[in-house]
């Protein structure tokens, strides 16, 4: 199967961020659907995510887990900023190599990309 970077993105980072929000909002006191109106998606996602029945083909290093957890904390003191997060979480993400990491495991034919990072 050949991925372009941009949809290991959107198919496995991206939930894979939402997942690991949704559970540090968990954890934080949050209701589940709180967590769901501040992610933006289903009430059913969030209780997927906490169940680790969705977005679990993906586990972040520690160093992208700590930064996740910056985020989160910043977007529990304002909702608003909820996309600016995950969008720099995403830039992180592809700063560290760690896209370009996945995008290797799931493209074979990119073994000497650069492009994600």
Known sequence: MNLMPQEIEVWYILPAIRAELAKIMFKKGLKQKEIAKILGIANSAVCQYLKQRRANEIQFDEEIKKEIEKSCDNIIKNESCAIKEIQHICSFIKKSGFLCY????????????????
Do not use: D, F, M, P
């Not at 995008?103 to 492009?115: G, P």
């Open 102 to 117: 996945i995008h290797k495991k799931y493209n074979e034919v990119c073994a000497k990309c650069r492009q994600s990072i």
